[in-house]
């Protein structure tokens, strides 16, 4: 069975840039489109933006769309998200899935953005 | 955006007795190709969302039969037939059919 497993968790200042990774097992990387959806504390779930790994086509939620960047190492099977100018309110658990399904889950990577 | 309002946001039952939770959208989720991508899934505390069921009814392998999902075009329902403890969570609905998904704000439930 395929699994996404993310990268640990990590604590970042105002302004700093985070990289999440989502690793792939188990499966064909090159089948999947992966999303990122991010989970604010207490709140709800927040689409951010996918990939298409083997097309290299990427799509981002236009909230985003200036400081995020999705990108995907094929030979790895891993996808990577990138939030850069981070500021309070990014604090929040990321987590990758594969998109379209959305039948398989990474476990979620908290990220606090604090000073 | 597609807008997607669920309701209620808090939802106390007793355990054994059904549960009901509708999620509405915005805009119609029948896409071009014919098919509804509404999925509704499950979040329990400190856990990653878990998919229930996708297309509307189509429940996911391993998921009890006491969750069905039901409904068309805008309108649409997640029954659980007699609540049980491991249904403690919250719930969202999502739509894939307009670019970009978008989530409901989440149906939480609890055990009175």
């Known amino acids: 069975q395929v699994q996404l497993v993310q990268s640990g968790a990590e604590v970042k200042k105002p302004g700093s840039s985070m990289k999440v990774s989502c690793k792939a097992s188990?499966?064909?990387?090159?089948?999947?489109?992966i999303a990122w959806v991010r989970q604010a504390p207490g709140q709800g779930l927040e689409w951010m933006g996918g990939?298409?790994?083997?097309?290299?086509?990427?799509k981002y939620a236009q909230k985003f769309q200036d400081r995020v960047a999705v990108t995907a190492d094929e030979s790895t099977s891993t996808a990577f998200m990138e939030l850069s100018s981070l500021r309070s309110e990014d604090s929040a658990v990321y987590y990758c899935a594969r998109e379209d399904a959305y039948d398989i889950w990474g476990q979620g990577t908290a990220v606090p953005v604090s000073s | 955006d597609v807008v997607m309002t669920q309701s209620p946001l808090s939802l106390p039952v007793t355990l054994g007795q059904p549960a009901s939770i509708s999620c509405r959208s915005s805009?119609?989720?029948?896409?071009?190709?014919?098919?509804?991508?509404l999925i509704w899934f499950q979040q329990r505390p400190g856990q990653s969302p878990r998919r229930l069921i996708y297309?509307?009814?189509n429940r996911d392998s391993g998921v009890p039969d006491r969750f069905s999902g039901s409904g068309s075009g805008t309108d649409f329902t997640l029954k659980i037939s007699g609540v049980e403890a491991e249904d403690v969570g919250v719930y969202y609905c999502?739509?894939?059919?307009?670019?970009?998904?978008?989530f409901g704000q989440g149906t939480k439930v609890e055990i009175k």
């Open positions: 188990g499966g064909s990387f090159k089948t999947y489109a």
């Open positions: 990939i298409i790994p083997v097309l290299g086509v990427v």
């Open positions: 805009q119609s989720l029948v896409h071009s190709d014919g098919n509804t991508y």
């Open positions: 999502m739509q894939g059919t307009h670019w970009p998904p978008t």
């Open positions: 297309q509307v009814s």
